[in-house]
């Protein structure tokens, strides 16, 4: 059954072999093919004698060219940091008013603050600052640690309710769930919350109270003064010392509306943000002070 | 079917169905959390489904003597249905973890659905489910061809590939579950791994006793394609997979490897799976239905040997290319890389001598959708294989790495190699074996050849430009020498193409859809005796083979 065939169409002779009629030729290799092998083995060779390859018990070659990835990285990253701080020193000799008045140097915060600030807090904040629901916006002018470069600088250094030592800490009492306050009281204070940045509010007609609205804001006043004024203040205008947000404005870190609000007021809040020191330099920590409170003058 | 089994074959499966069950109900007995205990349960299902098939048919009479002249099939048209059942479902899932990456709200909120979930369900869906079903049926008729032989035994290819199929099942449902030992493609469990080696090593025993019956003198290269496959993915296996459970009675295990020891280790499975999974398999697959349906002799045998053995010789060296500028030490990423370089000669060897293989039969290529998706499969794997060897050069790889580049060429490769000689494979075989005058509609293969083509370049296309945006925008620095691009950034930029590379995946399983149907109507046609190609159905004698 072993018998040569010449294949008309290319002219090769079969090898002799059949299997369920899948024939094959004893076409030569082409010249192009052994072609491609030397050149694809001679790069391999040449890459061995320059580059480290292969192993020698507990060592290995090294390569003519002396290449360690290691010593390499580290090197370019030392230089990259060094023309960056050559870039950027400016930032960091000059104190905060001097920067913000200069243009060149707040081009230079724009450009770096950016992709810092993407980087790194706009998966809370956003990517404009404008906040979202548990993340204050810092888009606006309203600031619950103050709005001094160096308090925010501060904030970004210690963090809110972070682990560092000098970290910043601001705790929301759950009145409602701790029974500090009934839930009649929870809700006549939701209605003077509400009332105090000029909303009529909807639920005054609560059902667990039967007060009718006149009652419910002296009520809600009265509570307000003895439970909240502490950290809020008696005008409720907030605190930058206690972190507590100013409560007559219409700006809601967890949201507008009396659901939330009586939320807010029964569980409690505790909202937290990392301290930066151990990631970010303090020029980098700079660079986002600054680009930071120029995200507030883009608003205005 | 089970009738067909011999009387003995009929009893000692079903003391392996029993055995099966018994194992099932260990697990659940020693089962110290809920999910071995389901597991247990799957696998305690299968085993008494199977005990009673099995126990059912235990007195029917022993079978037709006369079967032993033919070989036997069975098996094969079920490896075939359930491939393309996998084919279904592991695309969708792949379109939905494509629509997550531009949707990332699709997961509606709940823990199975998270995307850490379902990307292996997708990649266990299309690589084992589809792949592994589609090479374990295809080695079947391949072997049994060539060796002109039939089987060894009946019960065993049964074996296989109902073990097969449940160890698939126990991962993808361990993936919802959150069952994972984070291996990429190696995701299952030690029990599920333990119960893949039985599997295997029958699979490989099947295929050596095969072969060992053949009348042919020689091994034809199909064969030897798909025993690479089957005893290197068993080597592969089992290393990667060492490992010591929590306790036996936890799905928990630790791997017996740990630091960059255990990242080449992985690597060198995850690469040597797409070499012998999804390279070496499916050459053996090309190497039979191309030159079958194209009616042409292989170009070159002597290109046949040099790329087979450059293949396996060079390939196995190749994983570290997917750890360079890593913690593992350079010299390993330079073999890793060289090796590579060297690997496309013998990568493209087999494509050419596929390609050169259809001269003569252009005409057909034209004409013919089935031979169509065979030649484009050769064509997109030396486009991949290319890509790979390129990739593995340091220098592009600082900038492929990690992006979507490195996705692309991949499914350049599963899309457009892959599955495309498997649905060509299939087209050709599934006529044969159903002895059908041919597929239900032409039209159809046609029509999924058209929308397996477009959704394969849309895909391909999309994760090119995604890809080396996302590199660029990565090494970009501005005059201070910082970066000049967020991480953020470069995701909004990836956003169009990620919808784009959705609509390819669609568009693809669309085709696997159409597929599906025209296989199953075509099983459902009428058989026709004469339109059995002479030798496929019964095994030919030595004297009328020779004539």
Known sequence: ???????????????????????????????????????????????????????????????????????????????????????????????????????????????????????????????????????????????????????????????????????????????GRDQLLQRGDVLDLVSYIESLSGKVPKNADSADSADSD????????????????TCHGADAKGSTETGAPDLTDDIWIYGAGSDTIFHTIWDGRKGVMPSWDGRLTPLQQKILTLYVLGLNEEEQ | MIQQLTKFERRFGLVISVLVAGAGLTLIGMSEDGLLAIHGTIILAAGFIAALLTGGTIHEPEPDAKRLESYYDDPIKFGIIVSMIWAVFGMFMGVWV???????????????????????????????????????????????????????????????????????????????????????????????????????????????RTLARRREPHIYVANWYYLAFILVVAVLHIVNNLAVPVSFGHIKSYSAFSGVQDAMTQW??????????????????????????????????????????????????????????????????????????????????????????LNGAWGKVRDDATLRFMFLAAVFYGLSTFEGSFMAIRSVNALSHYTDWTVGPVHAGALGWVALITFGSFYALVPWLWKREGMYSSKLVEVHFWLALSGTLVYVFAMWNSGVIQGLMWRTYNESGALAYSFNESMVAMHPYYIARAIGGLLFLAGAVVGFYNIWKTTKMDTVQSSVPSGDGLIADDASHSR
């Open chain 1, 214 to 229: 006149g009652i419910a804001l002296p009520k809600g006043q009265s509570i307000f003064a003895e439970n909240c004024a």
């Open chain 2, 268 to 357: 060198w499975y995850g690469h040597n799976a797409v070499a012998f999974f999804l390279t070496a398999g499916f050459l053996g697959m090309l190497y039979y239905y191309l030159p079958k349906r194209a009616g042409r002799p292989i170009y070159s045998y002597r290109m046949s040997i040099i790329g087979f053995w450059g293949i396996t010789f060079f390939y196995m060296w190749a994983g570290s290319h997917h750890l360079h500028f890593t913690a593992l030490p350079q010299w390993v990423q330079t073999l890793g890389m060289t090796f590579s370089v060297m690997l496309l000669v013998p990568s493209w060897i087999a494509a050419a001598n596929a390609l050169l293989t």
């Open chain 2, 98 to 208: 494509a629509t997550l990456l531009a949707y990332p709200e699709w997961t509606f909120d709940a823990a199975w659905s998270s995307f850490g979930r379902l990307r292996p369900v997708h990649t266990t869906g299309v690589i084992f489910g589809f792949g592994g079903n589609a090479l374990i049926a295809t080695s079947f008729h391949v072997m049994q061809r060539t060796s002109r032989a039939r089987m060894a035994d009946q019960l065993s290819p049964w074996f296989v590939l109902l073990g097969y199929n449940l160890f698939c099942i126990l991962a993808v449902s361990g993936y919802f579950m959150g069952i994972t030992q984070s291996k990429e493609y190696a995701e299952p469990e030690w029990y599920a791994d333990i119960w893949l080696v039985i599997v295997w090593v029958a699979y490989f025993a099947l295929y050596m």
């Open chain 1, 1 to 175: 059954m072993h018998k040569d065939e010449r294949d008309p169409h290319t002219g090769y002779k079969t090898t002799g072999h059949e299997w369920n009629g899948i024939k094959e030729l004893n076409t030569p290799i082409p010249r192009a093919i052994l072609l491609f092998i030397i050149v694809t083995h001679l790069f391999a060779l040449g890459y061995w004698i320059f580059m480290p390859a292969w192993p020698l018990g507990d060592t290995y070659t090294k390569g003519l060219l002396g290449a360690d990835q290691k010593k390499r990285v580290e090197k370019e990253v030392a230089e990259a940091a060094m023309s960056r701080q050559a870039a950027l020193e400016a930032i960091e000799r000059q104190d905060y008013n001097t920067i913000v008045n200069d243009l060149h140097l707040m081009a230079l915060v724009r450009e770096n603050g950016k992709t810092l600030f993407r980087d790194n807090c706009s998966a809370c904040h956003g990517a404009q600052g404008q906040g979202q629901s548990g993340f204050p916006s810092l888009a606006d002018n309203d600031w619950l640690w103050g709005n001094s470069p160096e308090q925010i600088a501060k904030t970004i250094r210690v963090g809110v309710n972070a682990d560092h030592p000098e970290s910043r800490s601001s705790e929301m009492l759950a009145f």
